[in-house]
């Protein structure tokens, strides 16, 4: 396979992964930015990302959540045999609020070693309207994102918090959700769910049967101005599996995404979750 192939591959692979771990699975982090209330405990969480049964990516959160606000640090890089490929190491955090039922984020800051390079992206929100504060590099050959098509739009750990603070309140994930993560914009809607056997992934530290949630992401805007073919316009349908754990309570355990172009991609959280006041 000619070399600039592989880098195509290799590069797709790692953004299906990127989507997937900031989109659903309760991703990454380092001991995050958090301003929620300090009796909040901090929840700790690992996960193992497999693309056709291939470990390509390690995914750690660090998060605090409550009912009247979040934050959350993330860390994730690539792994195993596909470090050798394509390097990945990015930090993301984020914070913000809740108004009644509705999540209402303040930042959102990603940055790090990502294709080939060091980038850096901030968004901050005034009026429900996602602002990209910086962005290093400029990336000039991707369409634009208008202001009227990000209004409402929350970034991918936004929706992740909110999401999860649904599930533990009502057990139950309808969600209909528009994404920004400051390049690119996709719809989310995740239906509602009940409980179901977890498929067989080996010995774990909890039950056998989690609250299982279908849902089906599509990007709509942001693409590369080469990519107008490009399969990832195509809807994106996954499931998600939220158990109760312990004091942790409900925790993302199992995240599985047919991509367009790779196919299955199973994310797994690796050990029970750790809480630390």
Known sequence: MPRSCKRTGWATVRRAVLTVSASLA?????????????QTPQTEVKYLVFVHGLHVMDIQASYRLDNAQYGIGAHVKTA?????????????????RFAGQVVAPETFDSKGWSRRTNRHITLTYKDNLPQVTQLDPPET????????????????????MGLLRQVRETQNCALQEKVFDGLRLTTLSV????EQKLPSSGPLDWGEAALRCNFVGQQIKGFKLSNEQSKLRNPQPGRAWFERIGAAGFVAVRLELDHPKLGHITVLLDGAPRQFP
């Open 26 to 38: 309760l991703v990454m982090g380092a001991a995050g930015a958090s301003r929620a209330a300090e």
């Open 80 to 96: 195993g045999l596909f470090n050798m490929f394509m390097k990945t190491d990015l930090t993301l955090t984020a914070q913000g």
């Open 141 to 160: 050959n991707r369409e634009a994102v208008t202001e009227a098509e990000r209004q409402g739009a929350v970034d991918t750990l936004a929706m992740l």
């Open 191 to 194: 239906q509602a769910g009940s």
